[in-house]
């Protein structure tokens, strides 16, 4: 029996068994938990138990994860459809160990573009600059705003705008505020020629030019593209770039990131890369049980490919990730929504869940309700920091807190149609009613969650986390056979969108296209002013 069929075999045997049985007489909360300094990962509240956890381990013993992990950090080209390394990792190796690609240690470029966004940075955070807007899209946004509005506490230098949008409202809503003379925009496209950024981009410089600003000192490029941020008159001086081997959605930590070292400074943004290093060189050397992206990672694997959840949500307990979920769809959804595995031969399994959340309290009093009583199970995610950065408002944090490890306890507790019984007769009712109201009152429990722990959101522990995501894409990545790194699911649409332009536009005719487009071609012309 291969191992995958064990493990679904297992499952098959175990799935009604409560978790909770679980706990008893073990020390499963220690057993069933991993931890990297002060940061912990408690996975004890899912249907994991010692034999599937072993299982789990074979499983990516047997797809080759740490040698794939091995040759990933030594600059293999594992991202094989593209041709390219895959090293996002050494734009946080800052103590500049070599790092070869075709023969060349890549570290003295990256270290000196590091040093050169910590000049210009030191330069605009002293300068009359107010206000940045970083333009971008995907990978070019997602990441760094994610990041600013998680380090919201140690932002001191100017505020920070994202325009990602080829929609004119989201540039225009956001130019509409600022004061053209003391606003620095930064292009930011790995390849300068996303056809969202470069239009806003354009739109930008000419708001520029009409309010005052002078785009030859206010303009800055963050591109893998050296020739076309010229082309754009973008200053070489301004211009920080950064090789193909770094993935869009891996980015934040080199130049994309630029917008969050303005807004907290050189130094945070290097704590924030140490804390992605700390979890690079936990996850080449700690032992597989005790390693936290290959932990996340085969309880994804698990809940996804062995149990069928075909979703997983993100529930950070922190209003300032609340961008994290959006982040993490594209890491994750980006990276592992794919068919087809590295030989070109279609996966025997599904491969990438569908990812999704919002941050806690507020998810509680919209979609919580079907977490818990829904017929479908969605594994939770939970992150939580022992403290808050709102020092004098420590009570607000225990609420957080209280309501954080209350829902992952309740997901796994659930609550039985005898207790409902007994809650409707103490509110007075009998009979059949009692029987109807208990029965909408019931939780079936038994719902698997885990949750992330750490002491505060700095930037040391930023980095951590959104280290510890990556990793689990590439692990899991590995042990579905596919291409984590690779992105041609989005092309298609790009190119037909390029193709309707002038369809919508009314310069060529609908006639080559499906009815049902062609329909809604003509309604739109119909309806435009
Ligand atoms: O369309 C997908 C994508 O290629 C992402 O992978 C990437 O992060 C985003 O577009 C933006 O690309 P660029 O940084 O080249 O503008």
Avoid at 119 to 148: C, H, W, Y
Avoid at 262 to 280: E, K, T, Y
């Amino acid at each position: 029996m291969d191992i995958w069929t064990k493990l679904k075999s297992r499952q098959d045997a175990i799935k009604d068994r409560p978790i909770l049985a679980l706990f008893e007489g073990t020390d499963r909360a220690e057993n069933f938990s991993a931890q990297l300094g002060d940061m912990l990962f408690d996975y004890s509240k899912t249907n994991i138990d010692a034999d599937t956890r072993s299982d789990l381990l074979h499983l990516a013993e047997d797809a080759g994860v740490a040698e794939k992990r091995d040759a990933m950090f030594a600059g293999a080209q594992i991202n094989a459809t593209e041709g390219r390394a895959v090293l996002h990792t050494a734009l946080r190796n800052l103590d500049g160990d070599p790092v070869m690609v075709d023969g060349v240690d890549v570290m003295p470029a990256i270290l000196d573009t590091l040093g050169r966004m910590g000049k210009f940075a030191n330069q605009i955070r002293e300068s009359d600059i107010t206000d940045v807007v970083n333009i971008g899209i995907g990978g070019s946004d997602l990441g760094p705003a994610m990041a600013v509005q998680a380090l919201g506490p140690y932002h001191d230098g100017p505020r920070c705008h994202f325009v990602s949008n080829v929609d004119g409202a989201h540039i225009a809503d956001t130019l509409r505020e600022l004061d053209a003379k003391t606003t620095l925009v930064i292009v930011a496209s790995k390849t300068f020629t996303t056809i969202e950024t470069m239009t806003n981009a354009r739109t930008a410089r000419a708001w520029m030019i009409d309010h005052g600003g002078d785009p030859k000192t206010q303009f800055a490029a963050l591109s893998t593209a050296d020739e076309k941020t010229a082309d754009f008159g973008i200053d070489p001086d301004q211009v920080f770039g950064f090789e193909d081997w770094v993935g869009g959605r891996y980015s934040v930590w080199g130049p994309i990131g630029l917008s969050v070292m303005l807004a907290i400074g050189p130094r945070g943004f290097n704590a924030f890369l140490r804390g992605g290093q700390a979890m690079d060189i936990h996850f080449r050397a700690a032992k597989p049980i005790e390693n936290l992206p290959m932990m996340l990672a085969l309880v994804g694997i698990w809940h996804n490919q062995i149990c069928g959840y075909t979703s997983r949500a993100v529930l950070p307990y922190d209003e300032r990730l609340g961008q994290l979920p959006n982040y993490l769809q594209q890491l994750e959804m980006e990276s592992n929504g794919k068919s087809v595995q590295m030989d070109g031969t279609d996966t025997p399994r599904d491969t990438g869940p569908v990812v999704w959340g919002a941050a806690g309290t507020n998810g509680q009093h919209a979609f919580y309700q079907l977490i818990h009583q829904g017929t479908r199970v969605i594994p939770a995610e939970f992150l939580i920091a022992a403290n808050g950065h709102e020092a004098d408002l420590a009570h607000h944090h225990s609420l957080l807190i209280a309501n954080c490890l209350a829902q992952s306890e309740a997901l796994m507790q659930g609550r039985h149609l005898d207790e409902a019984r007994r809650i409707m007769a103490a509110k007075g009712l009998s009979g059949d009613e009692l029987e109807r109201q208990a029965r909408h009152r019931v939780f079936p429990g038994n719902r698997p969650s885990t949750t992330l722990a750490y002491p505060l959101l700095d930037p040391f522990t930023l980095g951590q986390i959104i280290a510890l995501y990556e990793h689990r894409v590439f692990v899991e990545g590995v042990i579905l056979g596919i291409n984590s790194y690779d992105q041609w699911g989005v092309e298609l649409g790009k190119e037909l969108a390029t193709s309707l332009q002038p369809i919508v536009d009314g310069d060529q005719s609908a006639d080559s296209k499906d009815p049902s487009t062609a329909a809604l071609v003509s309604f739109i012309h119909k309806h435009r002013a």
